[in-house]
Nanobody
Framework: VQLQASGGGLVQAGDSLRLSCTFS????????IGWFRQAPGKERDFVAA????????KYADSVKGRFTISRDNAKNTVYLQMNSLKPEDTAVYYC?????????????????WGQGTQVTVSS
């Protein structure tokens, strides 16, 4: 399994960004996908996840109502739409895949990771 995260950048507080995670190597629709982020000097934290079918989603409390995760199984891609960005959203964002397809917010449940994309939100 290979994952490629993209779409990060430098934006101002209140702006929006859409991250993409492109999946290859196995049957995409068998995998749940999660987004995690890691700020400098901090642990990697859960952001959002979506089940293999897309019917179930889960969000960290800090992003509920601002971020939306979605997937397009025809394009082997998961998206993270980030609105109303705040400086505290600044981090490297990673996408990860979990086989068996069920949703999770635990890092240990995701066996495949992408390389990360930097999101920087200025105040």
């Amino acid at each position: 399994v290979q994952l490629q995260a993209s779409g990060g950048g430098l934006v101002q507080a209140g702006d929006s960004l859409r991250l993409s995670c492109t999946f290859s190597g196995r049957t995409f629709s068998n995998y749940a996908i999660g987004w995690f982020r890691q700020a400098p000097g901090k642990e990697r934290d859960f952001v959002a996840a979506i089940s293999y079918s897309g019917r179930n989603t889960k969000y960290a409390d800090s992003v509920k109502g601002r971020f939306t995760i979605s997937r397009d199984n025809a394009k082997n891609t998961v998206y993270l739409q980030m609105n109303s960005l705040k400086p505290e959203d600044t981090a490297v964002y990673y996408c990860a895949a979990r086989d068996y397809g069920f949703i999770s917010d635990r890092l240990m449940d995701f066996g495949f990771w992408g390389q990360g994309t930097q999101v920087t939100v200025s105040s």
